[in-house]
């Protein structure tokens, strides 16, 4: 349960890192390293998730994942 919860941790933290670095106008949504850290940071939850059978938190981080590797994938 430990790994479960440091993966998750990292994760969570990275999310919000680059949430309030967006707020802070220290970053913008179509910046590399915000979607960098919100692709990080869901697959880390989603794994953690998965590791602790949060079923309904894999599919939402997973989702939040996809959407950041969408994002990054649009900026080339």
């Known amino acids: 349960m ?3 919860n440091i993966v998750n941790s990292t994760g969570v933290f990275l999310i919000l890192l680059a949430f ?3 707020i ?9 390293w ?3 850290m ?3 940071g869901a697959g880390l ?10 079923i309904p938190f894999v599919i939402l981080e997973g989702t939040w994942a ?5 994002g990054l994938m649009r900026r080339k």
Not at 24 to 32: C, E, F, I, S
Not at 45 to 54: E, K, V
């Open 2 to 4: 430990l790994l479960a």
């Open 20 to 22: 309030w670095l967006l």
């Open 24 to 32: 802070q106008g220290k970053m913008k949504a179509d910046n590399r």
């Open 34 to 36: 915000y979607l960098l």
């Open 38 to 40: 919100n692709l990080t």
């Open 45 to 54: 939850a989603c794994f953690g998730s998965w590791l602790i059978g949060a």
């Open 66 to 70: 996809i959407v950041a590797l969408i």
